[in-house]
């Protein structure tokens, strides 16, 4: 069965992860593997090993970048995945959606396959400067047509699987309507009181596995998964999730602004309008306003 990781590009996914690979898999004080083994213990959804030999004609890398392919084997990668019966956790940015194809639906996922969601949100007014940076935007304004667009898919690049992402907004609102084991997380309150938020994280787990972890681990927890730490160890080579231009091939750090991302340092005042009004709803029912 699979515990998701989900969230909109830039909210604290890898954060999440990092802390969950020290609570279950590496131990904290192996500073060299709290990020280099994320991918080997958290897997990312979908990739191409999730795809291949599907029994579909489909083998060819190239035919992987066909969205209604990979819509028709949401169900059967992760029936595939989950053979062996034992609890995976997967990180992944797709929305919670149902799609349509020929008069048939198909689920992203499904109560079979999936027992909870560990749901990971940040205010719109940070994430933009990231988005920004991350996928080499020339301007707020792109970003922004990003963050708005129902219909957006990522991962469209070679080499890469799609992923149906939509709006920042029907994003978090297609999660949260998950019927089974699911818990959000705010990246600012994890920010803010990192071992309270940790805590809460070991009591949703301990309802999935059994977990015997001291107060000496959990600060060494916390220490590990300070921004600069992060980052250095990134800079160091052991953690390669960077992000590659698809056409120039330039590269970019994955860890880029961390908490010194403040919208009401970095953000124009007509960008943050912008946010501000397009999701005002979601972003009150989320206390960003």
């Given at each position: 069965m699979i515990i998701w990781?989900?969230?909109?590009?830039?909210s604290g996914n890898t954060w999440m992860r990092s802390i969950i690979n020290q609570i279950l898999f590496t131990d904290?004080?192996?500073?060299?593997?709290?990020?280099?083994?994320l991918q080997k213990n958290i897997s990312s959804y979908p990739v191409l090993s999730h795809f291949k030999n599907l029994g579909s004609s489909f083998n060819k890398d190239e035919d992987f970048q066909k969205i209604d392919y990979i819509i028709?084997?949401?169900k059967i990668s992760q029936d595939k995945i989950?053979?062996?019966?034992?609890?995976?956790?997967?990180?992944?940015?797709?929305?919670?959606?149902?799609i349509n194809l020929n008069g048939e639906k198909?689920?992203?996922?499904?109560?079979?396959?999936?027992l909870g969601v560990?749901?990971?949100?940040?205010?719109?007014?940070?994430?933009?400067?990231?988005?920004?940076?991350?996928?080499?935007?020339?301007?707020?304004d792109e970003a922004f047509k990003m963050m708005v667009d129902k219909k957006r898919w990522i991962g469209t690049s070679k080499g890469r699987i799609p992923e149906a992402l939509s709006s920042w907004d029907q994003h978090y609102n297609s999660w949260s309507f998950f019927p089974?084991?699911?818990?959000?997380?705010?990246y600012e309150e994890i920010l803010s009181d990192p071992k309270k938020q940790i805590n809460r994280l070991i009591k949703y787990l301990q309802k999935f596995l059994k977990i015997?972890?001291?107060?000496?681990?959990?600060?060494?927890?916390?220490?590990?998964?300070?921004?600069?730490?992060?980052k250095d160890l990134e800079k160091k080579g052991f953690f390669n999730e960077r992000a590659i231009h698809p056409d120039t091939k330039e590269e970019k750090n994955f860890f880029y602004l961390g908490p010194e991302n403040d919208y009401s340092k970095l953000l124009d005042t007509k960008t943050k309008e912008k946010i501000e009004s397009f999701f005002k709803n979601t972003m009150i029912k989320l206390g960003y306003l």
């Open positions: 990781i989900a969230s909109y590009p830039k904290p004080n192996d500073q060299k593997k709290i990020l280099s083994n028709k084997n949401w989950n053979t062996n019966k034992n609890l995976k956790f997967l990180k992944t940015h797709n929305i919670l959606t149902s198909y689920d992203f996922t499904n109560l079979k396959n999936t560990i749901y990971l949100v940040r205010d719109p007014r940070n994430i933009i400067t990231s988005l920004k940076n991350h996928f080499f935007f020339k301007s707020y089974k084991n699911y818990i959000l997380f705010k015997n972890i001291d107060e000496k681990k959990i600060n060494k927890i916390i220490s590990n998964s300070k921004f600069e730490n992060f």
